[in-house]
């Protein structure tokens, strides 16, 4: 990972806060690592699995994807967020000529 110390300690502790405010059962628990493991697969994995047509919707424009997240190693200063657009909207990190890119993979 390459991540800022505080970044990663935050990681690495929100998960255990949360256990301690929320009562959650370990099946839920062991269902959101497994959903963060396929995340990670899918975005490092080189390929878009996400369907054209999804691309078209809300979802795609505030979820992270393999297109977006393979932009990301390309253009090196871009598309930090790991899995909400949100954070590279907000951070100003997003690609310039994302929509554009996009607008050619659909």
Known sequence: FSFHP????????????ILMVIP????????????????AVINHGGI???PKWLAKTILAKIW????HHAQHHLHIRYNYGLFFNFWDWWMKTE???LSQRIQEFV
């Open 6 to 17: 505080l970044e990663t300690l935050i990681n690495a502790l929100i998960l255990p806060v």
């Open 24 to 39: 959650m059962h370990p099946i839920v628990l062991l269902v959101h690592l497994l959903l963060m493991t396929i995340t």
């Open 48 to 50: 878009e699995v996400l």
């Open 64 to 67: 992270i994807s393999g297109f």
């Open 95 to 97: 690609s310039p000529d």
